[in-house]
């Protein structure tokens, strides 16, 4: 992606779009004839060579649920998890029916016990091809049940930085709840995860990774995923095109926007959607949060293959704790605490005590 991205910390703030002049057209409908023609490739738009984006990438194993950026994305993804959770003919999986009921639940439910079943199949595949290899190296060594579980924990170590603290034990009670509600509530999201994880173990259980199926393990990657995540949110290339058009010069722009005017209108305010999605980097993940940080996070140009970056906002003197914002850091103190009650803290930063 060739576009200027920007990564919040959870909750944190979207991007603000940019204005742009939309006044001037008055022709909201953009013909179906010259839609289809766009899609079709028979019309190209002034200057859109300069926007190319890659071709999508279906996945390998023939499902139709992941797409990729690139060919090298697409099997990397199927060699690191995606084998396991793929619904297409290809899939590795032991049981589709389970699986597309524990796809389904986790899109009806919360899509974050897809991204955990992700972590749970990524160690299943890597301690499986580490003991491969084991046993490539020394072929004639009789391997053990705690030589598996050796590679289980190698391979679970990536992870092991962000597993903090059980999902329904740090989750905030809903502002509509009281405390009257608590345990109930807590018993209710915990028998979610619950149900979830049967529908998993239905799907890709095997005995010898039995301890990656606990609902301890599983209720500690979702809280992982929910109280580490950041925001991830990229400028759409469909905003930047239209900028682009908005500061050409002269006869350039007139030009241009005969053909680009209706497109805009007939967008209204789609034009300036950011595509959103949230991502797990375990350095981040080790920053506490301040409301006046002295830290940001961000996916720059140059942050390439889910790379991210913590970028210093101001001069840090030696010693200094290093800290980022999960919150829109510019909300009123009340606001602030509300967002920070997922954490399960209160900010006693410089601002909120002075706010406070
Ligand atoms: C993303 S982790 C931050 C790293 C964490 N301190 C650790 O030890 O790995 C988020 C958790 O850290 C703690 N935390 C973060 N910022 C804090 C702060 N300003 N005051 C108190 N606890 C904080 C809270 O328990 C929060 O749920």
């Known amino acids: 992606m060739t576009h200027i991205t920007d990564l919040n910390s959870c909750a944190g703030n979207l991007k603000t779009p940019r204005n742009i002049d939309k006044e001037k057209g008055s022709n909201e409908d953009l013909s179906s004839n010259a839609a289809e023609s766009l899609i079709n490739g028979n019309i190209q738009l002034p200057f859109s060579s300069l926007f190319s984006l890659p071709a999508v990438v279906f996945c390998i194993g023939g499902c139709e649920d992941e797409f990729f950026c690139s060919e090298k994305c697409a099997k990397a993804a199927w060699e690191s998890y995606h084998s396991l959770l793929c619904s297409g003919p290809k899939s590795l ?59 289980l924990l190698e391979a679970w170590e990536p992870f092991s930085m962000g597993f903090k603290r059980l999902w329904w034990d740090s989750i905030a009670l809903p502002i509509d709840l009281g405390a009257d509600d608590e345990i109930g509530f807590r018993n209710e999201i915990k028998e979610l995860a619950s149900h979830s994880l049967k529908l998993l173990k239905g799907a890709i259980f095997e005995e010898k990774y039995a301890p990656l199926f606990s609902l301890q393990v599983y209720g500690h990657v979702i809280g992982m995923f929910e109280l580490n995540n950041l925001d991830l949110v990229v400028a759409s290339p469909v905003e930047d095109y239209f900028i682009y058009i908005d ?73 200094e704790e290093l800290t980022i914002s999960y919150i829109d850091e510019d909300a009123s103190w009340e606001e602030r605490k509300a967002l920070l009650k997922d954490y399960g803290f209160i900010c006693m930063c410089p601002k909120c005590i002075k706010e406070s």
């Open 93 to 151: 999986c032991k049981d589709k029916d389970f699986l597309c009921k524990f796809i389904h639940h986790a899109n009806e439910t919360n899509d974050i016990f897809l991204v955990a079943a992700k972590v749970i199949s990524s160690t299943i595949l890597k301690a499986s091809s580490l003991e491969q290899l084991k046993h490539k190296n020394d072929p004639k060594k009789c391997y053990t049940s705690e030589d598996c579980i050796n590679c």
């Open 247 to 319: 500061e050409l010069d002269g006869k350039e722009k007139v030009e241009a926007e005969k053909f680009t005017r209706p497109l805009l209108d007939a967008l209204g305010d789609d034009y300036n959607v950011p595509c959103e999605g949230t991502a797990f980097f375990p350095v981040q993940s080790c920053a506490n949060h301040s409301c006046v940080p002295n830290m940001k996070a961000f996916k720059r140009d140059e942050d390439k293959d889910g790379q991210a970056v913590l970028l210093a906002t101001r001069p840090i003197q030696f010693g």
